[in-house]
């Protein structure tokens, strides 16, 4: 069965460092996969998303994944973290409807 | 307006009551979904449709009761629930259930309380 794993729950960073946030996935044939953050009393707003092709693939707000199929990874990076990213983090990957199936999330807190 | 909105963003109900969650995209998609997100679990899907007919459904029980009349709108039709429906309730939509071309777009929820 497709499943999602973040292993973080919470994640603290100071404004200024890099972060990474990890995701491991389950899934039989190639998957599309996807991040979404989601801001308080927010909807999801997707970040970025990997189909086929360059395996580094770069999002909105700074953010840049990395698809290691060898280790059923999609890590979420980004050099230098503003106050504004704090938030929460969801990895999905793409169900056999149409849905996505997603991960537990990981909250961002950002000190300054 | 523009995007995916949902109402009310709150709202609390008792379990005998009768309510429902609306859903409307404004983006010409033509696939709708609903999902559930509970405190500390993973956003689990509950209704996917596609040209106003339901292609999934899964195993939701049946106090959950959605409707799509035309591709623009959604609703969640709620009776007799119990707390533990308690949840944000998120809509969202698609240009069609490709995943290699089309992006989930996702309205703010409604924040649900079962009392």
């Known amino acids: 069965a497709q499943s999602v794993t973040q292993p973080d729950i919470h994640i603290t960073v100071s404004e200024g460092a890099s972060l990474e946030l990890r995701c491991n996935y389950s899934y039989g044939a190639t998957p599309y996969l996807f991040w979404y953050v989601q801001s308080p009393g927010q909807g999801l707003q997707l970040l970025l998303k990997y189909f086929s092709g360059d395996t580094l693939v770069q999002g909105i707000k700074g953010f840049e994944a990395e698809f290691k199929r060898s280790q059923s990874s999609f890590n979420l990076r980004k050099p230098s973290v503003h106050w504004s990213d704090a938030a929460e983090y969801f990895c999905?990957?793409?169900?056999?409807?149409?849905?996505?199936?997603f991960g537990k999330g990981t909250k961002l807190s950002v000190k300054p | 307006e523009t995007g995916v909105t949902q109402t009310p963003r709150h709202l609390v109900m008792g379990m005998t009551n009768k309510k429902s969650l609306k859903c409307e995209q404004h983006l010409g998609h033509n696939a709708m979904y609903w999902y559930k997100q509970s405190a500390k679990k993973p956003l689990e899907l509950m209704f996917v449709?596609?040209?106003?007919?339901?292609?999934e459904n899964n195993s939701v029980p049946s106090r959950f009761s959605p409707e799509c009349p035309n591709s623009s709108h959604l609703f969640l039709h709620l009776h007799t629930l119990q707390p533990e429906d308690s949840a944000l309730y998120l809509c969202a939509s698609s240009q069609d259930l490709r995943q290699d071309t089309d992006t989930q777009y996702f309205g703010p929820g409604t924040r649900l309380t079962v009392l």
């Open positions: 999905a990957v793409g169900g056999s409807q149409g849905n996505l199936i």
């Open positions: 449709y596609s040209l106003e007919e339901r292609v």
